[in-house]
T-cell receptor, first 116, second 114 residues
Framework: AQKVTQAQTEISVVEKEDVTLDCVYETRDTTYYLFWYKQPPSGELVFLIRRNSFDEQNEISGRYSWNFQKSTSSFNFTITASQVVDSAVYFCALSEALNSGYALNFGKGTSLLVTP | KAGVTQTPRYLIKTRGQQVTLSCSPISGHRSVSWYQQTPGQGLQFLFEYFSETQRNKGNFPGRFSGRQFSNSRSEMNVSTLELGDSALYLC?????????????FGPGTRLTVL
């Protein structure tokens, strides 16, 4: 069975600090996809990134960067120079193939609070 | 392109009643999935529909059901509501081409059962 663990329940930082959100996963599949979503107070899950198991290159998008390490089954997310608008709950998810479709297995989420 | 829309956004029901939630996917997306989010259990997969057929179902009782129409719009129904059904119900759409799809989520319907 697949499992996604986000050990950090809540993180609080001061604006402009860097922060890393951890994600560790378990799967028996050799091919899989990992995702990060952001959930602001409004409730909608906003897609941030998708990474497949064959691509271990780090990804950078503006202040966001992702570090995927297959050897440690981790897919960590770093926000550089955090801003108040980054305050949200962040979810890591693993795509599981089911029949001819699929479902996302989510971690419990990390609540990030960025204060001025 | 318009995003995923869900109606209604908020709903209050009493125990024993039934409820129907609606989801309109992104134009061109043929797969619609439903998730339940609660503080205790987190985000849990309910079911996925593709071309009007349920492809997958999560571990939920039969009181939870859904359907998809020919225009890919989807509805989910919960019968005989229980207090524990209070949750944020999120709908997601994707192209439906397979498990490497990216799912795009709607704003959710917040259901409160009294």
């Amino acid at each position: 069975a697949q499992k996604v663990t986000q050990a950090q329940t809540e993180i609080s930082v001061v604006e402009k600090e860097d922060v890393t959100l951890d994600c560790v996963y378990e799967t028996r599949d050799t091919t899989y996809y990992l995702f990060w979503y952001k959930q602001p107070p409004s409730g909608e899950l906003v897609f941030l990134i998708r990474r497949n198991s064959f691509d271990e290159q780090n990804e950078i998008s503006g202040r966001y960067s992702w570090n995927f390490q297959k050897s440690t089954s981790s897919f960590n997310f770093t926000i550089t120079a955090s801003q108040v608008v980054d305050s949200a709950v962040y979810f890591c998810a693993l795509s599981e193939a089911l029949n001819s479709g699929y479902a996302l297995n989510f971690g419990k989420g990390t609540s990030l609070l960025v204060t001025p | 392109k318009a995003g995923v829309t869900q109606t209604p956004r908020y709903l209050i029901k009493t125990r024993g009643q039934q409820v129907t939630l609606s989801c309109s996917p992104i134009s061109g997306h043929r797969s619609v999935s439903w998730y339940q989010q609660t503080p205790g259990q987190g985000l849990q997969f309910l079911f996925e529909y593709f071309s009007e057929t349920q492809r997958n179902k999560g571990n939920f009782p039969g009181r939870f059901s859904g359907r998809q129409f020919s225009n890919s719009r989807s509805e989910m129904n919960v019968s005989t509501l229980e207090l524990g059904d209070s949750a944020l119900y999120l709908c997601a759409s994707s192209t439906g081409t397979g498990w490497k799809d990216t799912q795009y989520f709607g704003p959710g319907t917040r259901l409160t059962v009294l």
